[in-house]
């Protein structure tokens, strides 16, 4: 089983519209959740750690399930600029789960068109 | 000012040879790391340094050899490049080696091996 399982995309949505990213990790050790974006040709970069009782920036909102071992963005009022890969991202298995070693899922990439 | 810094950007060589990948960050972190990101966009751990010291080895060839001559740089050497080294390389730093830190990534170095 893959460590960091992501909904394959890619996603294209409307400007406006709410879109929901779906992860399921396999390391119940892990510790820290992220989600990372990576515009094209660019770094990765952080978009918002993730917490057990869930989390919003803005328009972003994060959710952790540690039961199911599942992690979810959503996006609202969708932008041109939120055009991007995200990455869905934990802390490893083999070293505890307390070290900075991060797993990196395959990403999804979103489209958003006006 | 850039955070993160990698040089070169751009990386064409051919096979056989032997290159280098340097890597600086001004943020005073303590902990950096080496990433590959493949054709596939799928983005692994490599290396992590902290303080100068060897953390992580993920199951990496012996043809790479990371050094890091003070916490503030850590490059990257590659002997006898091979064809599936062609990838892109990001060098990234976060304050510590714990889990749930923020990493910053470099721009990232783009290898092509012929």
């Known amino acids: 089983r893959k460590e960091v399982e992501q909904d394959p995309g890619p996603f294209n949505v409307p400007e406006g519209a709410t879109v929901a990213f779906n992860c399921t990790y396999s390391?119940?050790?892990?510790?820290?959740f992220f989600w990372y974006r990576q515009d094209c040709r660019k770094e990765p970069k952080l978009l918002m750690s993730v917490y057990s009782s869930g989390n919003e920036d803005g328009r972003f909102t994060a959710q952790l399930n540690r039961a199911s071992q599942y992690i979810s963005l959503l996006i609202r009022d969708s932008k041109l600029s939120d055009s991007a890969t995200y990455l869905c991202?934990?802390?490893?298995?083999?070293?505890?789960?307390?070290?900075?070693?991060?797993?990196f899922g395959k990403g999804t990439k979103l489209s958003v068109k006006p | 000012d850039t955070a993160v810094s990698q040089t070169p950007k751009y990386l064409v060589t051919q096979m056989g040879n032997d290159k280098s990948i340097k890597c600086e960050q001004n943020?005073?972190?303590?902990?950096m790391y080496w990433y590959k990101q493949d054709s596939k966009k799928f983005l692994k751990i490599m290396f992590s340094y902290n303080n100068k010291e060897l953390i992580i080895n993920e199951t990496v060839p012996n043809r790479f050899s990371p050094k890091s001559p003070d916490k503030a740089h850590l490059n990257l050497h590659i002997n006898s490049l091979e064809l599936g080294d062609s990838a892109v390389y990001f060098c990234a730093s976060s304050q510590d080696f714990r889990a749930g830190e923020t990493q910053y990534f470099g721009p990232g170095t783009r290898l092509l091996v012929l």
């Open positions: 991202v934990v802390n490893s298995e083999e070293y505890g789960g307390s070290q900075g070693n991060l797993i």
């Open positions: 943020l005073g972190h303590d902990t």
């Open positions: 390391n119940s050790a892990s510790q820290s």
